[in-house]
């Protein structure tokens, strides 16, 4: 690979100018065929929410000036979603890879989407896959701030697993330094045994990065053009490349088939549990109470065992739902309790009373105080 006019990053008169801007990159152009699915990858659900839009979140955490998302299977449905349903205030840009030669190839499609200012030049650009969305925000800000206090070229997130099967492997060269990541599909033996791993997710110097992808050859088991290889081409150039490992590697976990859908949808939903219990909710069941993304709950809120509230569900402070109760896109006022029913897109009001064994037709209104009686229904 050659490092032809790649040279090493000069720092002179960066301290005390204006900050660097911040940019993502996410990397949501693949078919996903193993998720064998009309649906593309990155719309898939968790926990009610596309997966991409769980990257998102989590880019919205750490304030990028800007996002790029690179697009190609099915990219109408995938950008006409993301704009649907972007997080407020983020400025995002699409971007078609209209042939699928790799991560190395989408990177520098996307690249094209970023400000072409001069000054922008110095910049730094986190990239992201689409399909990783356990990812903390707190873990992608450790991530840029290991990156610009080092002053490297590049810094991967990585992780140290027990089974490293199938994942690229860090190859580390001297003084400690990231040398290199090579595929599970092209190691050797030797470097199949190393178990720290490439979790391809990066921020990198964007001056470097542009002329790094340049080198790139798909001369490897794919025949395509990795951006891992961009690792190497900064090293040998004189670069310094460093890395931060994880800590908790279910944040990194990526979502290629049904089964890995299914155990990240687990660990989001304990999150969400977790978090709407230390803001005053109890749960009596935590292991079977289903809560989506978006559904917003108050303090003092009982949830019984077999509760599924599905969509963006809103439920008042003091109100009690369940046990065995599925809401979904429904309003539930404060002081009212819902048993054992069934409402869809529905509004219930104050201190109103529904079920045991209700059955809300989509749109129905139980006013201030109402009751649905056992086995009763409502209409909108």
């Excluded at 955490?61 to 205030?89: C, F, M, Q, S, Y």
């Excluded at 002329?211 to 790139?216: K, N």
């Excluded at 230390?278 to 978006?294: N, S």
């Excluded at 009690?320 to 897109?345: F, K, M, Q, W, Y």
Aim: proline share 6%; net charge negative.
């Amino acid at each position: 690979m050659s490092t032809a006019g790649v040279g090493p990053v000069s720092t002179a008169g960066r301290r005390g100018a204006r900050p660097r801007p911040l940019w993502a990159v996410v990397l949501a152009a693949g078919e996903g065929t193993r998720m064998r699915s009309e649906r593309p990858k990155p719309l898939h659900r968790l926990c009610g929410r596309p997966m991409v839009l769980h990257v998102l979140d989590a880019l919205a955490g750490i304030n990028v000036d800007r996002v790029v998302v690179v697009v190609g299977h099915r990219a109408e449905w995938v950008t006409k979603t993301l704009v649907e349903h972007t997080p407020p205030g983020m400025a995002i840009e699409f971007v078609e890879q209209a042939r699928q030669q790799g991560t190395g190839d989408a990177m520098a499609v996307a690249l094209t989407g970023l400000p072409t200012e001069m000054d922008d030049d110095d910049g730094d650009v986190v990239v992201l896959p689409g399909d990783t969305p356990l990812l903390r925000p707190a873990t992608l800000a450790s991530l840029v701030h290991h990156h610009r206090r080092t002053e490297a070229a590049a810094t991967l997130l990585t992780a140290v697993l027990p089974d490293p099967t199938g994942y690229g492997r860090v190859v580390r060269g001297r003084d400690d330094a990231i040398a290199r990541i090579v595929e599970h599909g092209d190691a050797t033996a030797e470097e199949r045994e190393v178990d720290e791993v490439n979790t391809s997710i990066y921020c990198f110097r964007r001056s470097v990065l542009a002329p790094a992808l340049r080198r790139l050859s798909p001369a490897n088991a794919q025949g395509e053009y990795y951006l891992t290889d961009v690792v190497e081409v900064l090293y040998e150039a004189g670069h310094r490349v460093e890395a931060v490992a994880v800590e908790d590697t279910m944040e990194v976990a990526g979502v290629n088939d049904r089964a890995q859908l299914a155990v990240a949808e687990a660990e989001l939903r304990d999150r969400i549990n977790e978090r709407w219990m230390r803001r005053g909710v109890t749960m009596w069941d935590p292991e079977h109470t289903y809560i989506d993304a978006e559904t917003v709950l108050g303090t003092d809120v009982v949830l019984l065992p077999g509760v599924i509230l599905q969509g963006a569900c809103r439920i008042d402070d003091h109100a009690e739902i369940g046990p065995n109760t599925h809401l979904v896109d429904t309003e539930v006022g404060e002081g009212a309790v819902v048993t054992s029913s069934v409402c869809r897109r529905c509004a219930i009001g104050t201190d109103a009373r529904v079920g045991p064994f209700a059955v809300l037709d989509e749109g129905s209104k139980v006013p201030p105080g109402g009751t649905v009686p056992p086995g009763g229904s409502a209409q909108a």
